[in-house]
């Protein structure tokens, strides 16, 4: 299966409140990054999204969570852990480049459509690191 990666997919965009670099994104499976499309995920799969970051702040424990980024509010995608430390190494330090790896289940209930979602980790002072992307989630 090919991966998508920041460096070669267009839709993929740095939020513009993080406090960190995004340096690469990995999104398994997902064979349309070839032509700068959005991941086609199905219901009842789980993906598997790796990422390679550097905070500007440190922390001992962070939380995360991949949101849809709805006109709204921002709606939490379910059957994740928010303990970002299960998917990175804690504590994170200013500076240090750090990868995190996550399976993200893509439930049946899930309507089959276009997402725009925002990936983020924060720590207790509301310092963030974050980024987003689209995912197509089909049947």
């Given at each position: 299966?090919?991966?998508?990666?920041?460096?070669?997919?267009?839709?993929?965009?740095?939020?513009?409140?993080?406090?960190?670099?995004?340096?690469?994104?990995?999104?398994?499976?997902?064979?349309?990054?070839?032509?700068?499309?959005?991941?086609?995920?199905?219901?009842?799969?789980?993906?598997?999204?790796?990422?390679?970051?550097?905070?500007?702040?440190?922390?001992?424990?962070?939380?995360?969570?991949?949101?849809?980024?709805?006109?709204v509010m921002d709606?939490?995608?379910?059957?994740?852990?928010?303990?970002?430390?299960?998917?990175?190494?804690?504590?994170?330090?200013?500076?240090?480049k750090n990868t995190?790896?996550?399976?993200?289940?893509?439930?049946?209930?899930?309507?089959?459509?276009?997402?725009?979602?925002?990936?983020?980790?924060?720590?207790?002072?509301?310092?963030?690191?974050?980024?987003?992307?689209?995912?197509?989630?089909?049947?």
């Amino acid at each position: 299966m090919r991966t998508c990666s920041l460096d070669s997919i267009s839709h993929i965009l740095p939020d513009t409140r993080s406090n960190c670099t995004i340096h690469e994104v990995y999104i398994d499976p997902c064979k349309e990054s070839a032509e700068g499309k959005p991941c086609k995920l199905k219901r009842g799969v789980v993906g598997n999204m790796t990422f390679h970051y550097t905070p500007s702040f440190s922390s001992e424990k962070i939380q995360g969570r991949i949101f849809w980024a709805s006109q709204v509010m921002d709606i939490p995608f379910l059957g994740m852990s928010p303990d970002a430390c299960l998917s990175t190494s804690c504590p994170i330090e200013a500076g240090e480049k750090n990868t995190y790896h996550v399976e993200v289940p893509i439930l049946k209930k899930y309507p089959v459509r276009t997402y725009d979602l925002k990936w983020k980790i924060w720590n207790e002072e509301e310092q963030e690191c974050c980024f987003m992307f689209q995912i197509k989630i089909t049947k």
